[in-house]
Antibody, heavy 122, light 106 residues
Framework: EVQLVESGGGLVQPGRSLRLSCAASGFTFDSYAMHWVRQAPGKGLEWVSGISWNGGDIGYADSVKVRFTISRDNAKNSLSLEMNSLRTEDTAFYYC???????????????WGQGTMVTVSS | SYELSQSPSVSVSPGQTASITCSGDRLDNKYVCWYQQKPGQSPVLVIYQDSRRPSGIPARFYGSNSGNTATLTISGTQAMDEADYYCQAWDSRTAVFGGGTRLTVL
């Protein structure tokens, strides 16, 4: 069974940092691109960042560029999101999502984790 | 930046056909996919590459994309189809989501 399990969410003050992780299982992790997608409470979906199968191609939404860093460890079947200089508007559920393909810049997300909540507040 | 527009809500009677639209500039030049999200749950991919259904998605879900509009059609709508539906496409190496449409089955 394909499974994605996020962790690392919590309450953090504005300006501080947080690192999210996603543990993948049930598929050949290093054959697929991976993404982070977030959803503010009661709002719609927003793509945050994506990374190709080998980490060679990375993209970010303008809203998080420079502040967030995506990475992957194919040996450990894991995806990470380092979030710095957090703002109140970053408060959201953060989902890890598997891409249908390897490149990560032109296709759909066919498996999603259960999400982890990040709350940025003083 | 590129934008995808969806109507906030659509209502349909059980057994009838529901149509949910997604509009964007020259949208038929891009692949569109659709996600279903029920309350308290993670999104589920129901259509990708305009009209392809992932395994396990019922055949009553159909997608199309022409001109500036992509459409998700659900034929013989069931109560279990009540959910939020989001379209998504790529532009300039950025994934863009529509604002979502709440489908009510009543």
């Amino acid at each position: 069974e394909v499974q994605l399990v996020e962790s690392g969410g919590g309450l953090v003050q504005p300006g501080r940092s947080l690192r999210l992780s996603c543990a993948a299982s049930g598929f050949t992790f290093d054959s697929y691109a991976m993404h982070w997608v977030r959803q503010a409470p009661g709002k719609g979906l927003e793509w945050v960042s994506g990374i190709s199968w080998n980490g060679g191609d990375i993209g970010y939404a303008d809203s998080v560029k420079v502040r967030f860093t995506i990475s992957r460890d194919n040996a450990k079947n894991s995806l990470s999101l380092e979030m710095n200089s957090l703002r109140t508007e970053d408060t959201a559920f953060y989902y890890c999502a598997k891409d249908i393909g390897a490149d990560g810049n032109n296709d759909a997300f066919d498996t999603w984790g259960q999400g982890t909540m990040v709350t940025v507040s003083s | 930046s590129y934008e995808l527009s969806q109507s906030p809500s659509v209502s349909v009677s059980p057994g009838q056909t529901a149509s949910i639209t997604c509009s964007g500039d020259r949208l038929d030049n891009k692949y569109v996919c659709w996600y279903q999200q029920k309350p308290g749950q993670s999104p589920v991919l129901v259509i990708y590459q305009d009209s392809r259904r992932p395994s396990g998605i019922p055949a009553r879900f159909y997608g199309s994309n022409s001109g500036n509009t992509a459409t998700l059609t659900i034929s013989g709508t069931q109560a279990m189809d009540e959910a939020d539906y989001y379209c998504q496409a790529w532009d300039s190496r950025t994934a863009v989501f529509g604002g979502g449409t709440r489908l009510t089955v009543l």
